[in-house]
Structure formats: C-alpha cells, structure tokens
C-alpha cells in the first residue's frame, strides 16, 4: 500500500503536544515581522517526527513533496527527514531525483531548523563528489534559505578535512546582515577550528575586523578567553 502525505499527517497528530505549539512558534519566530512569520506549529518534537520519517521512507517522492508544501513546520521537517532516509537507500538515479527535489523546493525549506537538519545529509553530501557549482549560486541567491543553505552543506565536506569551499562561501557571506546567516558562516568557521585550528586563524586574521560581531564570537566559541579577547577587540 502506498504511503501518503495525509497519512503522516496522521501519524505526526498522534504524538502533538499542544502545549508546544506556543514555545515552538516563539523558537522559531512565527511572529508578525519575524523571520518565521506565519509558520504553523502543531507541537512534535524532532525525535518524534525522526521516529515517525524511520517509518515512512517508503513513501514516494510526489507525496514527500506534498508533504514539503504543507503549512504546518512539522510536516516539511517530516518531508526532509524522509528525504534523508530515502536519501541513505538510493541509488544514483533516485539520489539525483531527491537532490533536485530538493533544490528545487527551497522556498519551503524557510526555517533554520529545516535547512541544519538536511542541507549537509542531503545536498552537501550529493555534491561531496560532483561540481560544487550549485552551492555558490544558493551563496549568491536573493533567498535567506539558499544563502544558508550554502554553508551550511558544506558541514559534510568539513567532516573530511575539506575546507576550501567553506572558507570561499564565508567570504562571499561576510558582511551578511541577518544573524541567521552571520551565526551558520560562524558555526562552520568554528567546525573548520575544530579539525584544523591554524586554517581558521589565518582565516580570521585578515578579516576578523570587518567580520559581524555575531559571526565572530561564533567562530571563536571554542577559543581561549585570551585569545577570544584578541578577536573581539577592533
């Protein structure tokens, strides 16, 4: 029997917390004039909604599409995370459908949640072997998500001692002026410090200046007090 959009739907109401609904639309900034404006919690944790994806990854990629279209946050989360177990299974033909089902639904990919759960599992992982190209117009796009998304998948690549791309896509993300975009450049400056501490140095010491406050203290997070008031001071 196929697996449906309406039937996660199902699924993910068995396990709401109403009480949730508040903090999470907080979280996430659902507010008038927020980033999240308008997005629709039901209360589902993200451990519940992986459990629930684990179940489903039989689903096909029309309906996982429906699912990404949905108003309601859990349901998109649910599609990605599908995406990204169907993603583990594939082979290469299916692989490419799910990156370019991906890439091609950006605009429902609208939260930070939603782009740090998948763009590493899916798109960074996709490209690991094939032209970064994309990756440089997500990090030139007019859309907040695309520009996150961008930095954010090269996590998979860091994860390998890979650092080339992420350190040309915070140049091109420096001067952001949304702290969405400064605190995911300074969450992967400070995976690079993490495996190759020299590489971020010298990366910092020729811009740290001109570098947002907030993308900054980011990517010294793991630094030593010291060495953290060096960076901080202009």
């Known amino acids: 029997m196929t697996q449906t959009a309406a039937q996660y739907k199902d699924a993910l109401r068995t396990v709401m917390q109403p009480e949730k609904k508040k903090v999470l639309s907080g979280f996430f900034k659902s507010g008038k004039g927020e980033y999240g404006e308008g997005d629709i919690f039901i209360g589902v944790t993200v451990p519940d909604n992986r459990t629930i994806a684990k179940s489903f990854r039989e689903m096909p990629l029309p309906e996982i599409e429906l699912l990404l279209h949905d108003p309601i946050h859990e349901c998109r989360l ?12 594939a082979d290469e033909p299916l692989r490419e459908e799910i990156y ?4 091609t639904n950006t605009a429902y990919i609208n939260n930070w949640d939603l782009v740090d759960l998948s763009a590493a599992q899916i ?11 994309p990756l440089y117009r997500f990090a030139n796009s007019s859309l907040l998500w695309e520009q996150r998304i961008s ?12 650092f080339d791309d992420t350190l040309a896509i915070a140049d091109i993300l ?7 975009i400064q605190k995911a450049v300074g969450w992967m400056l ?6 190759d501490k020299k590489t971020l140095t010298t990366f910092l010491d020729s811009r740290y200046t ?3 406050r907030t993308m900054l203290r980011y990517a010294i997070e793991k630094f030593s007090a010291d060495e953290r008031a060096h960076y901080m001071k202009k």
């Open 78 to 89: 649910g599609a990605l995370l599908c995406l990204i177990e169907k993603y583990k299974k």
């Open 100 to 103: 370019r089902l991906y890439t």
């Open 123 to 133: 798109v960074g992982e996709h490209l690991a072997s094939r032209d970064h190209a």
């Open 151 to 162: 930095i954010v998948a090269t996590w998979r690549w860091i994860r390998n001692g890979q």
């Open 174 to 180: 420096l001067l952001h002026p949304h702290d969405l």
């Open 190 to 195: 400070r995976e690079v410090g993490k495996c």
């Open 210 to 212: 001109r570098m947002p």
